[in-house]
Antibody, heavy 116, light 113 residues
Framework: EVQLVESGGGLVQPGGSLRLSCAAS????????MSWVRQAPGQGLEWVAN????????YYADSVKGRFTVSRDNAKISLYLQMNSLRAEDTAVYYC?????????WGQGTTVTVSS | DIVMTQSPDSLAVSLGERATINCRSS????????????LGWYQQKPGQPPKLLIY???TRGSGVPDRFTGSGSGTDFTLTISSLQPEDVAVYYC?????????FGQGTKLEIK
């Protein structure tokens, strides 16, 4: 079964850091572009970042550029999102998804709450 | 950035009737070299992650019922549900993947009348 499982979310104070992980299974992870998408409470979807197969290409939304870093470990079949200098407006469910164009596989998401 | 605008914001349709959701992009998402529209549609039910319904503007995703149809080209696109079923209650999003950043429409909430 093709599956993505996120972890690492939680409550963090403004200015803090958090690292999200996404474990993949059921497909050839090393052949796939991967993406992060977030959804603030009661709001729509916002694309955050994506990364190509060998980490040579990474792209970010302006809202997270310079604060978030996407990475992957193909040996561990995992995708990561390092989030620094967190702000209240980063509060959201964070989804990892497979794809560079259309996103055809999504995880269940992990919740990040930035609050004092 | 390419701005995606959906209409309407919400929609109530009777069971068995047709539902139509529109999506407009602020610039063309048609790539002339391959004649493909870089546009997808997603369905999100409450408490669930989004599900890919349509990609390349008109190709159904895996296992998507044929009552879902995507159409349009350039800057104007439509998602049509030919005969609304109870399980189609959801929020629907369009997304362009022509440019970076990828951008989504604001979503259209579909309910049963």
């Amino acid at each position: 079964e093709v599956q993505l499982v996120e972890s690492g979310g939680g409550l963090v104070q403004p200015g803090g850091s958090l690292r999200l992980s996404c474990a993949a299974s059921g497909f050839t992870f090393s052949n796939s572009w991967m993406s992060w998408v977030r959804q603030a409470p009661g709001q729509g979807l916002e694309w955050v970042a994506n990364i190509n197969q060998d980490e040579s290409d990474k792209y970010y939304a302006d809202s997270v550029k310079g604060r978030f870093t996407v990475s992957r470990d193909n040996a561990k079949i995992s995708l990561y999102l390092q989030m620094n200098s967190l702000r209240a407006e980063d509060t959201a469910v964070y989804y990892c998804a497979r794809g560079h164009y259309a996103l055809d596989v999504w995880g269940q998401g992990t919740t990040v709450t930035v609050s004092s | 950035d390419i701005v995606m605008t959906q209409s309407p914001d919400s929609l109530a349709v009777s069971l068995g009737e047709r539902a139509t959701i529109n999506c407009r992009s602020s610039q063309s998402v048609l790539y002339s070299s391959n004649n493909k529209n870089y546009l997808g549609w997603y369905q999100q039910k409450p408490g669930q992650p989004p599900k890919l319904l349509i990609y390349w503007a008109s190709t159904r995703g895996s296992g998507v019922p044929d009552r879902f149809t995507g159409s349009g080209s350039g800057t104007d696109f439509t998602l049509t549900i030919s005969s609304l079923q109870p399980e189609d209650v959801a929020v629907y999003y369009c997304q362009q993947y022509y440019g970076t950043p990828r951008t989504f429409g604001q979503g259209t909430k579909l309910e049963i009348k």
